[in-house]
Each structure stands twice: as structure tokens, then as C-alpha cells.
């Protein structure tokens, strides 16, 4: 999307974060989150010195419109070089490129990081974030059937990797 910009986030981005963030929790699938969390979880994102752990925002016309992370994949010490990914745009933006552009970045980060697997997991069905995933080199590596309770019935999950070296 023109006139978007990547960048790492800083403290002033974090109300938008969860404002983004939020929505999907009280609205949709792609979290699993009953309540949206407090400042103190987006803060403790943002602080993370963790080898591989980044979180990134897309602005355009100085607001957030979008964000990405990457996290601890499980905190087991053999797994230091597997994060697990999300990302989450405001609807405004949603089908633009703007989540191309934070994953682009973001799995630049990580290579130069030396992480070796990067994972992310998709609420189903969700055609959207699939595409996304599939666009940025990801395979889908299998479906965790009914694994999450929201909105009044079960959730599968599919889990999508993709190897970085």
C-alpha cells in the first residue's frame, strides 16, 4: 500500500496496538482472547529483549494501522530459534498489502536474527490470513481440530511454518 511505513513500535504506538488488537478480541476469531489485555501485556511485548522478538507497525498519515510481532515459540531452550508470528490490521487497511509489507519486514529481522523456523497459527476459517501466509512463502502444516471455545462453538487451527535457512 503507498504511503504506508514499517518500523519498529515505540511506547506512543501502544494505545493503537490495543485499540487494533482489542477489536479482534471482542469481534472476531483471529484471537482466541476473551478480554482484551492490559497495557501492562503490550508494554511487556514491546520491552522483550529476547533474541527474535520484534514487534513492528505500519503507519500511514502518522496513525497505526497495522502491527506484527514476533514471540517465543514455546520456553524450552531448544526452541530459541523458532518464534511464532502474528500480525493484525485495522479494517480500514485489511486486503491493501499492508500486512505484505509488516511480514516482509519483519521476516527480515528474523533472518538476520539467525532464527531458523518461524510458525504462526490461524483461527479457521480465516481465507484471508491463509492467502497472506501462503503469499510470504509459509506451508500449512496441519490442522489442530476444535482447540479453541469462542463465540458460542469450537475453533480449529491451522498451523503454518516456514524455514527461514
Known amino acids: 500500500m503507498e504511503g ?11 494505545p493503537r496496538i490495543a485499540a487494533i488488537y482489542d477489536e479482534q478480541v471482542r469481534t472476531a476469531i483471529s484471537t482466541f482472547d476473551l478480554e482484551p489485555p492490559p497495557l ?19 503507519t500511514a498519515d502518522d496513525e497505526v494501522v497495522g502491527y506484527a510481532y514476533s514471540s517465543t515459540y514455546r520456553p524450552r531452550p531448544a526452541y530459541n530459534r523458532t518464534r ?37 497459527v490461524i483461527a479457521l476459517p480465516n481465507d484471508a490470513s491463509e492467502a497472506l501466509h501462503r503469499a510470504c512463502g509459509f506451508s500449512r502444516l496441519g490442522v489442530l481440530p476444535e482447540v479453541g471455545w469462542k463465540f458460542d462453538r469450537w475453533i480449529d487451527t491451522a498451523l503454518w511454518g516456514l524455514t527461514l535457512e
Request: proline residues 1%; aromatic residues 6%; glycine residues 8%.
Open 84 to 120: 511464532e508470528v502474528s500480525v493484525y490490521l485495522d479494517a480500514s487497511v485489511r486486503g491493501r498489502g499492508v500486512g505484505r509489507a509488516l511480514y516482509d519486514e519483519l521476516l527480515t529481522r528474523l533472518r538476520a536474527d539467525g532464527m531458523h523456523q518461524v510458525l504462526a
Open 4 to 14: 504506508v511505513t514499517v518500523r519498529s513500535a515505540d511506547p506512543a504506538d501502544l
Open 40 to 58: 501492562s501485556y503490550w508494554e511487556a511485548r514491546l520491552s522483550s529483549t529476547a533474541h527474535g522478538d520484534h514487534l513492528l507497525v505500519a
